[in-house]
Nanobody, 121 residues
Framework: QVQLVESGGGLVQAGGSLRLSCAAS????????MGWYRQAPGNKRDLVAV???????NYADSVKGRFTISRDVAKNTVYLQMNSLKPEDTAVYYC???????????????WGQGTQVTVSS
């Protein structure tokens, strides 16, 4: 099994910054991609940013230019640097890693427990 532990959420004023971290542990053979999703009350969970094993990144249009996803491969850790935060960024942020636990298994999605980000106006 793979466990994801997130940290770094909190309360910040509009225009401020936060950095989220997500460390994976357990039986990890390889990680195809790492990403962050968010879910605001009453909304579905949406992709925020993703980074592939090759280092390619993709961002939601709403966060382009403000958020940066990065990773530490050796530590199986993914980060999300969030700058110029807006009240509409308020949500629970979930870490995702698409990983396999053995060479012959298919990769599956693993999720963190979620961390609250609240941006006050």
């Amino acid at each position: 099994q793979v466990q994801l532990v997130e940290s770094g959420g909190g309360l910040v004023q509009a225009g401020g910054s936060l950095r989220l971290s997500c460390a994976a542990s357990g039986r990890i053979f390889s990680i195809n991609s790492m990403g962050w999703y968010r879910q605001a009350p009453g909304n579905k969970r949406d992709l925020v940013a993703v980074i592939t094993s090759g280092g390619s990144t993709n961002y939601a249009d709403s966060v382009k230019g403000r958020f940066t996803i990065s990773r530490d491969v050796a530590k199986n850790t993914v980060y999300l640097q969030m700058n110029s935060l807006k009240p509409e960024d308020t949500a629970v942020y979930y870490c995702n890693q698409y990983a396999r636990t053995a060479p012959v298994t298919k990769p599956i999605n693993y999720w963190g427990q979620g961390t609250q980000v609240t941006v006050s106006s």
